[in-house]
């Protein structure tokens, strides 16, 4: 069923429509949500409200093939939205900084931590278009890649080469990093 069809079974409250929908495009939203990483419970949040104003507004979606665009920047109003409203950071954590978990953490779950914030730092560092591209491509599962280039207004065809170079910037990023980390010891 093309998207056309689903969204006009949807708008007649097809369940099996809105779950076909939500189905493929649930990665894509997700991954917006989690782009600005918003704790788990503001990001559910967004997720809901950008499903809602598709249900508040299905009747208007006028070019269907479209979607992917509309729900990509729906997503992002909606987590804007939530910063501005809880006045805080995009960039916040579940966790306040300072926490201490008083039960000791297995080496490698140390490990992993630094990796995972080192990795994040690194990509706070690329530009923009770099950073939506990554974060729209990490969804589990990957979104298809004209999925990838509504949401984003890319061509199909530059997504491979455009990802190539944001992936070698971080690469090069991450190891000027490490350089620096290794001097400073």
Known sequence: MDIGSMLTAAAADDQAAWN????????????IARGYRLSGADADDAVQMT?????ENIDRIAEPDRLAAWLATTAKRECLQLIRKTSRAPLTTDLPPDHQDPAPLPDHALL??????????????????????????????????????AALDMRIGSIGPTRRRCLEQLRTIAEDDALLRERGR
């Open 20 to 31: 076909a929908l939500v189905a493929r495009f649930e990665s894509l939203v997700w991954s």
């Open 112 to 149: 992993r931590q630094e990796h995972d914030a080192a990795l994040w730092a690194a990509v706070a560092e690329l530009g923009e278009r770099c950073r939506q591209l990554l974060r729209v491509l990490m969804a589990v599962p990957p979104p298809a890649y004209a999925e990838v280039a």
């Open 51 to 55: 499903w809602l104003r598709l249900v």
